[in-house]
């Protein structure tokens, strides 16, 4: 199969969903005459009549001009059978995410196409082996997930089973470019990639929601400060948590119950109660209204400080340096720098505020041989914008004087202290070096390469980086380090360092 012999072929959707509906609109905007078919009668000519509604939209608001949406409209046909697949070079399959529904799809149009037409499944979480079984043609059978709405996002994952063959995968990759998108290798695992190295995302918060450690507001407020577009409590709420917990159980189940992927109690008590976030109205947050924005907390100035050092080496230590020289400005003076030292933050007249390495503020507190020591959450991007969330946490033998003197500091340096349990990693450390863990565990396994990994992230989850683009910025030694202290901490199999950041941390 060749990129020549897809382009500008005819194409058949099969399933007129959202999903479905999206693909023709985007096949049709490449300039492919669009088949699309759905089982119940009259679903494709109502998709069409939406569709044509979408577009007129669209003009009106100037975002394509009106001979482009009728020459898209008028090359998408509805079609009342799978015979329209007749001279299709390629069938694109957008139905329910059942397996024995998709392998009877696939084999009723193998009686109906050429055989060198392509065959792709759109499926999000089923193996594309597992559907090609039976196939006469197994090897003509490639995923290609698109991401919903089909028309806006870029990503689309072209994801191999072990019988595609690879000039087919190949050919769907350029066609991808073709149809405006960004196309990325996915070998046939489960969850492929943004599914499953997305996992932790949300898995890391129910966690912390377990042990009472952070309420909704304060994990999404961390997040968001940390660059997420969205925090994980109000994304399952608008993804549903019905469908995000059938997600993570259908991912644990295919990866023979890997405590990596195990589903949250947290979550299976809303399920099982019917609070499925935006569409039941009501999940983590009350419906219509949107996740309620935590109040303005006011703090006081730091109290005055004989001395004050800076420790560490890295570029979280500079911006620390800056900011502590601004605080202390009015005083007339500014901090010291220790650059040889094994933590990063500030000591405070033999007070500590430390960067999170994974351990909580009363384990270091022991290290330290000081009762009065405060951890802080990593900030992914520097330097960072007045009053962005970070989590704070403090030892428990801490005075009541260096609890208040520990927030303050945070908001003079510039963010938005939230007072968090003294769990370890915190919130954002834990949750950025779990996303780096299994997108590593992913390239180990050959699921994706590390450009991919980074670019199905960003485009199919809006991530405002890539795992190894923070992999880059932070260090292999330093969320192994965190993933250590979980592991330590929590002790079983979830937390294990992924083989390949080993061998890197090995290497370097």
């Known amino acids: 199969m060749s990129l020549e012999k897809l382009n500008g072929a005819p194409v058949l959707v099969v399933g007129a969903g959202i999903m479905g509906a999206g693909i023709a609109q985007v096949a049709a905007q490449a300039g492919h005459r669009v088949f699309l078919h759905d089982a119940r009668e009259g679903a494709a000519a109502e998709a069409k009549a939406r569709l044509a509604k979408s577009l007129d939209a669209l003009v009106a608001k100037g975002k394509l001009d009106a001979d482009s949406a009728a020459q898209t409209l008028a090359r998408i046909e509805a079609a009342s059978g799978l015979?329209?697949?007749?001279?299709?070079?390629?069938?694109?399959?957008?139905?329910?995410?059942?397996?024995?529904?998709?392998?009877?799809?696939?084999?009723?149009?193998e009686a109906i196409v050429a055989d060198d037409c392509v065959l792709a499944t759109n499926t999000s979480s089923i193996s594309v082996t597992a559907i090609a079984n039976g196939l006469q043609r197994p090897q003509r059978l490639v995923g290609m997930h698109f991401f919903n709405p089909v028309?806006?996002?870029?990503?689309?994952?072209?994801?191999?089973?072990?019988?595609?063959?690879?000039?087919?995968?190949?050919?769907?990759?350029?066609?991808g470019k073709r149809w405006a998108k960004v196309p990325v290798h996915a070998r046939s695992t489960p969850g492929f990639i943004v599914n499953r190295i997305a996992r932790p995302y949300y898995a890391e918060s129910l966690a912390l929601l377990l042990e009472r450690a952070a309420t909704p507001p304060v994990l999404d407020a961390c997040l968001r400060g940390a660059g997420f577009r969205m925090?994980?409590?109000?994304?399952?709420?608008?993804?549903?948590?019905?469908?995000?917990?059938?997600?993570?159980?259908?991912?644990?189940?295919?990866?023979?119950?890997?405590?990596?992927y195990m589903p949250s109690l947290v979550q299976r008590e809303m399920v099982d109660g019917g609070l499925f976030g935006r569409k039941s109205g009501r999940g983590f947050y009350q419906y219509p209204n949107d996740a309620p924005a935590l109040p303005v907390a006011l703090h006081e100035a730091p109290a005055h400080a004989s001395e004050v050092t800076v420790h560490g080496d890295d570029a979280i230590a500079d911006f620390l340096e800056q900011a502590a020289t601004a605080a202390l400005a009015a005083q007339g003076w500014g901090p010291?720098?220790?650059?040889?030292?094994?933590?990063?933050?500030?000591?405070?007249?033999?007070?500590?505020?430390?960067?999170?390495?994974?351990?909580?503020?009363?384990?270091?507190a022991v290290s330290m041989s000081t009762h009065e020591v405060a951890v802080f959450d990593r900030p992914l991007s520097l330097p960072a914008a007045p009053g962005t969330a970070l989590a704070f946490a403090v030892a428990d033998g801490a005075s009541e004087h260096w609890r208040s003197q520990a927030a303050a500091w945070l908001a003079a340096l510039g963010f938005a202290p939230l007072p968090v349990a003294d769990a370890p990693g915190l919130v954002v450390a834990r949750t950025v070096a779990m996303l780096v863990n299994e997108a590593a565990d992913a390239v180990l396994q050959g699921v994706c390469t590390p450009a991919g990994a980074d670019?199905?992230?960003?485009?199919?989850?809006?991530?405002?980086?890539?795992?190894?683009?923070?992999?880059?910025?932070?260090s292999v030694a330093g969320v192994a380090s965190v993933i250590d202290a979980l592991d330590a901490e929590y002790r079983g199999e979830r937390y294990r360092v992924s083989p390949w950041l080993r061998r890197q941390r090995g290497a370097n």
């Not at 995000?244 to 890997?258: G, I, L």
């Open 83 to 109: 015979e329209a697949a007749v001279g299709a070079g390629l069938v694109v399959e957008a139905i329910v995410e059942q397996l024995e529904a998709k392998r009877a799809l696939f084999r009723q149009l």
């Open 231 to 260: 925090g994980p409590c109000e994304l399952m709420d608008l993804i549903g948590h019905d469908t995000n917990f059938a997600v993570t159980n259908s991912v644990y189940e295919a990866n023979f119950q890997d405590k990596r």
């Open 336 to 364: 010291a720098r220790v650059r040889e030292s094994d933590w990063t933050g500030l000591a405070i007249d033999g007070q500590r505020l430390v960067l999170t390495d994974g351990r909580c503020a009363s384990e270091l």
């Open 455 to 474: 670019a199905a992230m960003k485009l199919g989850v809006n991530y405002p980086a890539g795992p190894f683009e923070w992999l880059a910025g932070w």
């Open 151 to 175: 028309p806006v996002m870029k990503l689309v994952e072209v994801v191999s089973g072990l019988q595609t063959d690879p000039a087919v995968a190949a050919a769907i990759f350029e066609l």
